[in-house]
T-cell receptor, first 116, second 116 residues
């Protein structure tokens, strides 16, 4: 069965530190990859997505992620975090063909706490 | 536009009781999804409606869960009878088109269900 692993349960950083959240998935076929974010008290929001093309994708709020097919990874990065980035981050994979974005397989999430 | 709305935001019930969760998708969105997150675990897919039809219900845990989407508008998820392990946050999401790669999922705030 497909699965998604997020390596860190809770990450604590100071403002201006660089961020990298790891995500690995297990599926040998074509995948769509996503990062979602849930800010405190808010709904899940799409941060960025990869379907095809340039493996380095840019999302909102200065986030980016790199798809490395050989490593089955889709790590999320941000060069300089802000206090407002405090949230829970979810990596997700859609292994279905046909373009449906339903039936996402999520990782367990990583809580990011940024100290001012 | 109004987002995906879920009601109630929080429900506390006793084991053996019945609870009905409601989701109103974004107007015009054919696709409606239910997901669940049990504490400490991944967000897991439950089922996917296309209009009023169940496209995929492979994630429904057992026959105590019944989802409906009458008329292809709002959806309800009923748990009867509820068990302790049903506790968690139930998310609803909707998307505009079927099979359109650039049709993102919009999530609601979730319903936190506590079964005591």
């Amino acid at each position: 069965a497909q699965s998604v692993s997020q390596h860190n349960h809770h990450v604590i950083l100071s403002e201006a530190a660089s961020l990298e959240l790891g995500c690995n998935y297990s599926y040998g076929g074509t995948v769509n990859l996503f990062w979602y974010v849930q800010y405190p008290g808010q709904h899940l929001q799409l941060l960025l997505k990869y379907f095809s093309g340039d493996p380095l994708v840019k999302g909102i709020k200065g986030f980016e992620a790199e798809f490395i097919k050989s490593k089955f990874s889709f790590n999320l990065r941000k060069p300089s975090v802000q206090w407002s980035d405090t949230a829970e981050y979810f990596c997700a994979v859609n292994a279905l063909t046909g373009g449906s974005q339903g039936n996402l397989i999520f990782g367990k999430g990583t809580k990011l706490s940024v100290k001012p | 536009e109004a987002g995906v709305t879920q009601f109630p935001s929080h429900s506390v019930i006793e084991k053996g009781q019945t609870v009905t969760l409601r989701c109103d998708p974004i107007s015009g969105h054919d696709n409606l999804y239910w997901y669940r997150r049990v504490m400490g675990k991944e967000i897991k897919f439950l089922l996917h409606f296309v209009k009023e039809s169940k496209q995929d219900e492979s994630g429904m845990p057992n026959n105590r869960f019944l989802a409906e989407r009458t008329g292809g508008t709002y959806s309800t998820l009923k748990v009867q009878p509820a068990e302790l392990e049903d506790s968690g946050v139930y998310f609803c999401a909707s998307s505009l088109h079927i099979g359109r790669l650039n049709s993102p999922l919009h999530f609601g705030n979730g319903t936190r269900l506590t079964v005591t």
